[in-house]
């Protein structure tokens, strides 16, 4: 429903009176702004998004106090910058055969269960600088996920346990470079069901007592203490 404004004459058409409704006013005032926002470095694109998701950008457009075009325009970018700086650092898989694809076997020896075990409470009482409480509980769980995936037959990557544990691959991946900083995993390539794709595989090695304790002498100089069970 359109309300009316009342009459007003035209500057174009002398003579001529037209009646500006409240739809057409606001129309106008809107194509202005566009206009004038969108000056010669930007270019105007549409976006279709879920509602849920939609929801969430207006709540974050009102907290940094931005217009929603200029905030949708900003994730994108953002986005798109994250994807180039992650294709630009992470090697590129050629495609090959079928039978060229088969990974070959792992030779390396698997941690044992009893030095796993130990793994976790030299973890909990390792001290790395700006690790917390809660950072090492997730690097357990991280480690946990690691050996759980490894145990039922299957390759952990960041996806599979990111989807097991609902958690964003980025929180996963985040915590796998911190872990091989440290010696405690090995993170090899191996082919993807996607062209081009590298797919990384988390393994646990089977030094990474040794390599985590010595991890923790060079950056802190200090010996992490033995909390393990007897």
Not at 178 to 185: A, E, S, Y
Not at 202 to 210: E, G, T, Y
């Amino acid at each position: 429903m359109s309300i009316s404004l009342g009459p007003f004459p035209s500057t174009c058409f002398p003579g001529f009176t037209f009646t500006m409704t409240s739809r057409d006013k606001y129309n106008a005032y809107r194509r202005a702004w566009w206009a004038k926002s969108l000056g010669d470095h930007l270019t105007e694109s549409r976006v279709f998004l879920p509602r849920e998701a939609h929801d969430w950008v207006v709540r974050f457009a009102a907290e940094v106090e931005e217009r929603l075009p200029f905030v949708l325009g900003k994730l994108v970018v953002a986005q798109i910058k994250g994807v180039e700086e992650k294709a630009e650092t992470e090697p590129v898989v050629p495609a090959q055969p079928q039978d060229e694809a088969v990974e070959k076997p792992n030779s390396v020896e698997p941690i044992s269960a009893d030095n796993l075990h130990k793994l976790f409470y030299v973890v909990l009482a390792s001290r790395f600088p700006n690790d917390t409480g809660s950072t090492r509980l997730r690097q357990v769980g991280f480690l946990g996920a690691v050996a759980a995936e490894i145990a039922a037959g299957r390759k952990p990557t960041a996806s599979s346990i990111a989807n097991c544990t609902d958690n964003h691959v980025s929180q996963i991946t985040g915590l796998a470079k911190i872990m091989k900083d440290r010696g405690v995993i090995d993170v090899r390539s191996a082919p993807s069901v996607r062209k081009g794709k590298a797919a990384k595989i988390f393994s646990i090695r089977p030094d990474a007592l040794k390599a985590i304790h010595a991890a923790h002498l060079e950056v802190t100089g200090q010996v992490i203490d033995d909390i393990t069970p007897p």
